[in-house]
């Protein structure tokens, strides 16, 4: 029999809240979680967490056309996870 899930289980702003200095950091609590990996990728893969990920990419630095070309094609793959994440809430 599995164990139910927590009630914080993949939402961002409860398992990567954002700390005192303005950066996201993991509460204690969940270092201990078994289910610590699955609720981290849950909480990247909402619609929060994909925009929390494309700050980061606007922040990254561009490293030549090599770093470019690879920022381009991830912003670009978030923006269709999104579209799609969007299209499946209707």
């Not at 164990?3 to 961002?12: A, T, W």
């Not at 849950?42 to 925009?51: E, F, S, V």
């Not at 470019?68 to 994440?85: F, G, H, N, P, V």
């Amino acid at each position: 029999m599995t164990e139910p899930q927590k009630d914080c289980f993949g939402l961002l702003e409860k398992v990567f809240p954002l700390g005192d200095q303005g950066l996201r950091e993991v509460p204690p609590q969940c270092f201990d979680c078994p289910d610590r990996k699955a609720c981290m990728q849950a909480a990247l893969g909402t619609r929060d967490g994909m925009a929390f990920r494309d700050e980061l990419l606007e922040r990254s630095p561009e490293d030549g056309i090599l770093g470019r070309i690879k920022r381009w094609s991830e912003k670009k793959s978030l923006a269709r996870q999104m579209k799609e994440d969007e299209k499946s809430k209707k």
